[in-house]
T-cell receptor, first 115, second 107 residues
Framework: DTGVSQDPRHKITKRGQNVTFRCDPI?????LYWYRQTLGQGPEFLTY????????KSRLLSDRFSAERPKGSFSTLEIQRTEQGDSAMYLC?????????????FGSGTRLTVV | TQLLEQSPQFLSIQEGENLTVYCNSS?????LQWYRQEPGEGPVLLVT?????EVKKLKRLTFQFGDARKDSSLHITAAQPGDTGLYLC???????FGAGTRLTVKP
């Protein structure tokens, strides 16, 4: 296992279109996090899963955003009716439950550009 | 949510200089993490600190967790251009990040 994989690396879409990103965490990691990062800022928490259960959602996650982790393995983040303000880097991270001392492993992110 | 403030926001220094960046909060953390992020990539964990007063060293990087576990600092000795990047601290309790310090080390 080579780490956390995110697909695609880059996505350009027209305003109003729907987009879906995928994250494949490290296989033995129970927790999976999604973040959004804009230029010059730190990652903003969006949501996280413990296995297949979505345990927390940020208020940043409007009703246009939805995330799933149906089998407790990979996760998808969908944005409906994209807006220019959705342009950002979307990061995924995973960690084993109780593994705080090991830190979170991040993927390389999906850079979304809404035109 | 415990807010993390990082300072300075930007730092540009010459190769060989020393520097310190800070991560502060009004709340107590059970643990705090430091990450470094390069453009176009995800953050990479540098260290986790869990004990008040703890000092950890990673080559030329020295991390300190405040006695009250409300703040932390990262000191880099003899900075090199390869140290250039965005340095982020994160609250280990809820994995919220500060805005980061963007460090540029000029050769």
């Amino acid at each position: 296992d080579t780490g956390v994989s995110q697909d695609p690396r880059h996505k350009i879409t027209k305003r109003g279109q729907n987009v879906t990103f995928r994250c494949d965490p490290i296989s033995e990691h129970n927790r999976l996090y999604w973040y959004r990062q804009t230029l010059g800022q730190g990652p903003e928490f969006l949501t996280y899963f413990q296995n297949e259960a979505q345990l927390e959602k940020s208020r940043l996650l409007s009703d246009r955003f939805s995330a799933e982790r149906p089998k407790g393995s990979f996760s998808t983040l969908e944005i409906q009716r994209t807006e220019q303000g959705d342009s950002a880097m979307y990061l995924c991270a995973s960690i084993p439950t109780g593994g705080i001392n090991y830190g979170y492993t991040f993927g390389s992110g999906t850079r979304l550009t809404v035109v | 949510t415990q807010l993390l403030e990082q300072s300075p926001q930007f730092l540009s220094i010459q190769e060989g200089e020393n520097l310190t960046v800070y991560c502060n909060s009004s709340s107590v953390f059970s643990s705090l993490q430091w990450y470094r992020q390069e453009p176009g990539e995800g953050p990479v964990l540098l260290v986790t600190v869990v004990t008040g007063g703890e000092v950890k060293k990673l080559k030329r990087l020295t991390f300190q967790f405040g006695d009250a576990r409300k703040d932390s600092s990262l000191h880099i000795t003899a900075a090199q251009p390869g140290d250039t990047g965005l340095y982020l601290c994160a609250n280990g309790d809820d994995m919220r990040f500060g805005a980061g310090t963007r460090l540029t080390v000029k050769p």
